[in-house]
């Protein structure tokens, strides 16, 4: 679908992500597309600024006035113990999570924007865990950019299959 916007396809595949920080739009499908467009390098990069920039959005969003809705929701003590685990353990949280599907990432820096964590740390994480991520599904796309529905599937299962690991690995880093 992205080849047929041209020269705004890689526009239209950041806004998608961005998207992903409201609906659940497959970011790493999104990455290898971009891939098989426009190559690991370009591809890559263009993911990794759809990814950071995205995170940003989603923290963002929640430094808001939306705040004070999710703490009339959830209650201020619920809201202490995320702080409490999220200082241990959110800026790990953030880097193992940048390439997991169902909202799962969009998720972890909602918690972050709520649990107030540092500009700079959310910026490193985010940097961390997408940029690998972005380069990893940009060069499944350009590998197999001559099948494509194969490097998207690829992209859309890889995901999947790696969250067992990358939830025991956080267990493991929040205690």
């Known amino acids: 679908m992205l080849r047929e916007y041209d020269s705004w396809a890689w526009a239209l595949g950041i806004f998608l992500i961005w998207v992903d920080v409201v609906l659940p739009v497959p970011q790493t499908a999104v990455i290898a597309a971009l891939g098989i467009i426009y190559g690991t390098v370009f591809g890559g990069l263009l993911g990794s600024v759809g990814l950071i920039s995205g995170g940003v959005i989603g923290y963002a969003l929640m430094r808001t006035s939306a705040r004070r809705s999710v703490d009339r929701l959830v209650g201020r003590q619920s809201l202490h113990k995320m702080e409490s685990l999220f200082d241990r353990a959110g800026a790990w949280a953030i880097v193992l999570t940048r390439s997991f599907p169902y909202s799962i990432p969009e998720a972890i820096v909602f918690l972050a924007g709520l649990a107030g964590m540092p500009m700079g740390k959310l910026t490193m994480a985010l940097t961390v865990g997408s940029v690998p991520t972005a380069f990893a599904f940009a060069a499944i796309g350009a590998g197999w950019a001559d099948q494509p529905i194969l ?11 790696l969250l067992p690991i990358a939830l025991y690995v956080m267990r493991l880093r929040a205690f």
Request: charged share 0%; proline share 9%; net charge neutral.
């Open 151 to 161: 490097a998207l599937t690829a992209s859309y299962v890889l995901p999947i299959l």
